[in-house]
Structure formats: structure tokens, C-alpha cells
């Protein structure tokens, strides 16, 4: 584990770290054509995920750089989406156990907060992704499958569903 990680809620002061970090990897990383105008949620980060059961995170380091992000978004039913995990390519690994930490934090506070389902959506390119989701739980579903309230991406063609433990 990377000690000089620390997960926190999102606050106004982590806005620009977490563009700076989440773009690079879509559009550079990953080729997509999308931009962070298109993604409205992360221009008002607690109007669209701090409501409810909702939250955002983000990883930083001792300096307050943000590295990673998560977010929690209610969509009612005791059902919530997992969007906008994200980990800066330096600290991506098991060895570095950031996305753990991030991905533990949300189940922590999904099950404390009384979710009983946590849905995702990503790219098929982003197969790393696919099996840390898949080794922590989430399994594959079919996109009619996913609840009415899912909040869909365009980029979106891979769908996962993962039951919340309970304590």
C-alpha cells in the first residue's frame, strides 16, 4: 500500500485536479472523443453525485494532488451507479493499492448508507478495468438489465452489477 495516499470526499479545491486527471487518461490515454463539457457531472460534482446516498472521493497525495477519483451516484431503490474511477498511470497497480482503497471506501459507505445494488458502466477498452471489477465482485450483465435511473454514458458498451455486502 502507498502510504502517502490518502482517500477523502471530494472538496471545491480538488475541481481542477480531478479535470487534470481524468481527461488525460479518456482522451489520451484511451483515445476517446470526449470532453470534460460533455461530462456536466464534473462541472457541479455535489449537485450530481453528493445527493442521497451519493458521494464523490478522490485519492491525494501528501501535497494534495489528486491521483484517483470515485464517485457514487444514487439512482433510488437502494440501487446506486459507480462512475468516474479513475487512477493517475503512477499509481495504478496492486502493489500500489490505490483503486482498492477507492473502491473500499465506496463499498464502505454504500453498505453504511444502506445500498443494497452498486451498477457501473464502462468502455471495452478499459480492460484492466474489467478485471479489477470482476476480482472485487462485479459481474457482467446485459444493458436492458441495468435499472430505469442508470445513468448511461455514450461511451459506454460493458455493464456490471455487484450486490452490497453486508458489515
Given amino acids: 500500500?502507498?502510504?502517502?495516499?490518502?482517500?477523502v470526499p471530494y472538496e471545491a479545491r480538488h475541481a481542477r485536479g480531478i479535470v487534470d486527471l481524468i481527461g488525460p487518461?479518456?482522451?489520451?490515454?484511451?483515445?476517446?472523443t470526449i470532453t470534460i463539457e460533455q461530462q456536466p457531472d464534473l462541472l457541479d460534482i455535489d449537485a450530481y453525485y453528493r445527493q442521497g446516498a451519493g458521494n464523490f472521493?478522490?485519492?491525494?497525495?501528501?501535497?494534495?494532488?489528486?491521483v484517483g477519483s470515485i464517485?457514487?451516484?444514487d439512482i433510488g431503490d437502494g440501487?446506486?451507479?459507480?462512475?468516474?474511477?479513475?487512477?493517475?498511470?503512477?499509481?495504478?497497480g496492486a502493489a500500489q493499492g490505490v483503486a482498492q482503497q477507492l473502491l473500499d471506501t465506496l463499498f464502505a459507505w454504500a453498505r453504511d448508507h444502506g445500498l443494497q445494488e452498486i451498477y457501473l458502466g464502462t468502455t471495452d477498452a478499459f480492460k484492466a478495468a474489467h478485471r479489477f471489477y470482476e476480482?472485487?465482485?462485479f459481474r457482467a450483465i446485459a444493458r436492458e438489465h441495468l435499472p430505469a435511473g442508470f445513468p448511461f454514458m455514450d461511451v459506454d458498451t460493458r455493464f456490471y452489477r455487484r450486490a452490497v455486502s453486508p458489515q
Fill in 1 to 7: 500500500m502507498t502510504a502517502a495516499i490518502e482517500i
Fill in 25 to 32: 487518461i479518456q482522451q489520451g490515454e484511451f483515445g476517446l
Fill in 71 to 73: 464517485a457514487l451516484k
Fill in 135 to 137: 476480482k472485487n465482485g
Fill in 79 to 92: 440501487q446506486a451507479a459507480l462512475r468516474k474511477m479513475f487512477v493517475d498511470t503512477d499509481h495504478r
Fill in 57 to 66: 472521493w478522490v485519492a491525494q497525495t501528501a501535497r494534495g494532488r489528486v
